[in-house]
């Protein structure tokens, strides 16, 4: 069965848009895994424009599942990564101007920095995961960073999604899915999956968690957060069986 893991960054997003107190994501973390969330995804950004210190500090005392943290390579994330220990490390690309993560990590552009970053977190217990764009050379790099995981990046299928362009994409998830398997990494996948793409994406059989979190908040506006994971939740564990 493919796991959920929930995003909560978007309600990170509103309070920080009066700079106050609600909505507390740590609650709505409480709240995601009361409606089956099987992971909560924090990303700590450089500029903490939504996610703060606080946030991931109380979370990772309190969550009843896993914290992945989602985090740049850098040595201010790493030292924080060490200290509080989460399940797992999500290292992704990270620019200031961007509204979300846009595209992979280029693995093979620093893959012997790479090495040297993810070595004491995987020592430290850490679950250690790159983001990267479905490429079969970029998949072959992160399996010789001493990472344990990829997460696949979904974005270029959901953009296809309903196009013509919506096979090839899928295709290409399935062949770097399948590769890295083959060559040892275990395999997430997200970024733009929402209601409507999600049950293609899960034609593909490879991938043990699905990271959703735009779409999720965005239902939770009009039915509620609960109802959101838990529709979600539902959807897929209907569609893995498919």
Known sequence: MVLLGVNIDHVATIRQARKGCEPDPVAAAAIAELYGADSITVHLREDRRHIQDRDIRILND?????????MAATDEMQKIALEIRPHSCCIV???REEITT???????????????????LVESGIMVSLFINPVL???EAAAKTGAQYIELHTGQYAEAFNTAEEAMALRTLQE????AENIGLS????????YQNVKKILSIKNFEELNIGHSIIS??????????????KD????????
Do not use: W, Y
Request: glycine share 8%; hydrophobic share 45%.
């Open 93 to 95: 690309p990270e620019k």
């Open 219 to 232: 239902r939770a506006v009009l039915v509620g957060l609960g109802q959101a994971v838990k529709d979600m």
């Open 62 to 70: 309190t969550l009843k599942t896993r914290m992945n943290f989602e």
């Open 187 to 194: 395999v997430n996948a997200g970024h733009g999956l929402n």
């Open 176 to 179: 770097a899915a399948a590769f």
């Open 102 to 120: 846009e595209g992979g990590l280029d693995v093979v552009l620093q893959a012997d920095r790479l090495v040297d970053f993810i070595n004491p």
């Open 235 to 242: 959807l897929i564990n209907v569609c893995s069986v498919c």
């Open 137 to 139: 050379k970029q998949v």
